[in-house]
Nanobody, 122 residues
């Protein structure tokens, strides 16, 4: 699976962004899809994922502010980022797996996109 993330940019605190992840090579409907992020100087961390049946799971730091969804017909996963905070600044990565444990760990995910940068100014 080749994953292409897009939609990052510069936004003020309190603003919103929409990130998209488009897959090629295989159909996304067979995969659990997730977003991770990596802030400067920090380790990559889980943000959200969505199962094949659209059950969602969020990191506590983004729950209630971010929303993940999928459109299997378009082979796309979307992450809506709302009420953004400066600490949300990071490179956001789209990823896919067929199986994972809880809590989600990046080692469980098999395919990764190149990342898209989100910068939130205070």
């Amino acid at each position: 699976v080749q994953l292409q993330a897009s939609g990052g940019g510069l936004v003020e605190a309190g603003g919103s962004l929409r990130l998209s992840c488009t897959a090629s090579g295989r159909t996304l409907s067979n995969y659990i899809m997730a977003w991770f992020r990596q802030a400067p100087g920090k380790e990559r961390e889980f943000v959200a994922d969505i199962s094949r049946t659209s059950t969602t799971y969020y990191a506590g730091s983004v729950k209630g502010r971010f929303a993940i969804s999928r459109d299997n017909a378009k082979n796309t996963v979307t992450l809506h980022l709302n009420s953004l905070k400066p600490e949300d600044t990071a490179v956001y990565y789209c990823t896919a797996t067929k199986i994972r444990a809880l809590p989600p760990d990046q080692g469980d995910y098999d395919f990764w996109g190149q990342g898209t940068l989100v910068t939130v100014s205070s």
